[in-house]
């Protein structure tokens, strides 16, 4: 029997339609829990259906790996290592008993996963079930797929140096760009209401509407943002019909403060860039008060690049001393145990995944 199960996995798996294959592993649990290593050798196979195969395939490929876990135990290991990034993806696909299927699968190899997705799964148990809100702090790769980052403003630079009385831009641009935006500072009423406009043209994205629940939610204790777009502000009306609470100078207070200017506020300075980065002098005292009361267990920096030494002086080490974990978020970070290498909407969308499989796993 040991031998037939050993012939028949290495054939079966990768070659059979899966929902076949289920009904096979699943009518053989019994002599598998009995020779869990066979199994365990034949977890690679299944990487077929995740990568190349049709879609219809995954309902039988979760409940053939959701069989095999729960009779075999010990391959929850390599379940985890191999599948455990597409299991999170397919919580937006699976419907009914599949959905199901896939969330006992996840829960069984949840404690096996490592990097990113353990991180991800740490952060929500911590705001979810400890109740302990995080610390978030954005930049401009927040908003990539939704404004364009400072080099991909050329339109909006080279209308504003005509008005400025510069013949021709585009040669200025190319060849000094930080004389550039000293131009533009001197002219920034001019850039500040285009900028507006071009903010108002903009929509929110995935990662704006996440910002917005998780402060609704009371699961973010404050957010800290070097953007002057209002995206996370107007995802947030549209969640809730009512104004989020933004600080935007000294002396205000909200959920969220925008240390670099505000489009929806062109009265106040904003911070251009090759000027040194800014935050409000009540930072320091107001961030004692928050990781006093609140707790919070993470910092999320994501999409900022951290290169102004004021705002790292007074502002990410007080976050490095006071947080427990300080985790910085952006493409191409080398990833690390303090380091996801991930853009932000794909980010927020496996949080939003874990935050709800947490939620269901408290509501039993």
């Known amino acids: 029997m040991k031998n037939i199960l050993k012939r028949d996995l290495e054939k079966k798996i990768g070659n059979l339609h899966a929902s076949q294959l289920f009904d096979y592993i699943n009518s053989k649990s019994n002599v598998i829990s009995k020779n869990p290593e066979i199994a365990l050798e034949n977890i690679h196979r299944f990487n077929s259906y995740f990568t190349s195969s049709p879609g219809d395939n995954i309902p039988g490929v979760i409940g053939s790996l959701l069989v095999i876990a729960l009779v075999a135990p010990i391959c929850i290991d390599e ?37 990113q997705e353990k991180i991800i799964f740490d952060i929500a148990r911590s705001i979810v079930t400890l109740k302990r809100p995080l610390i978030l702090v954005t930049g401009a790769g927040l908003s990539y797929d939704s404004m364009p980052i400072t080099h991909e403003l050329l339109p909006l630079l080279i209308s504003c140096l005509k008005q ?88 205000d207070s909200g959920a969220l403060w925008k240390y670099h200017g505000d489009c929806r506020d062109t009265s106040t300075n904003w911070v251009f860039p090759y000027e040194n980065g800014y935050v409000f002098d009540k930072t320091h005292d107001y961030l004692e008060d928050v990781i006093k009361s609140k707790q919070p267990q993470f910092c999320i920096i994501i999409g900022y690049s951290e290169q102004e030494c004021e705002v790292q002086k007074k502002l990410i080490s007080p976050l490095e001393s006071g947080v427990e974990k300080c985790i910085r978020i952006r493409p191409g970070i080398s990833p690390s145990a303090t380091s996801l290498d991930l853009n932000a909407k794909t980010f927020f969308k496996l949080l939003k995944i874990c935050i709800n499989l947490e939620e269901e796993k408290i509501k039993g």
Request: overall charge negative; charged content about 30%; hydrophobic content about 40%.
């Open 79 to 115: 379940i985890s290592h191999k599948y455990g990034k597409y299991l999170f993806e397919l919580t937006d696909y699976l419907t009914g008993q599949d959905l199901v299927n896939l969330k006992k699968l996840i829960e069984l190899t949840k404690t096996s996963f490592s990097g």
């Open 164 to 251: 400025a009385g510069v013949d021709n831009p585009k040669k200025l641009i190319e060849e000094d760009n930080e004389k550039v935006w000293d131009i533009i500072k001197q002219n920034q009423e001019v850039f500040k209401t285009m900028f507006q406009g071009w903010s108002l043209r903009s929509q929110p994205s995935l990662q704006h509407k996440v910002i917005a629940e998780l402060i609704k939610n009371e699961r973010i204790a404050i957010s800290f943002s070097f953007n002057w777009d209002d995206l996370i502000e107007r995802a947030y009306q549209e969640l809730t019909n009512e104004e989020l609470a933004v600080a935007v100078k000294d002396g």
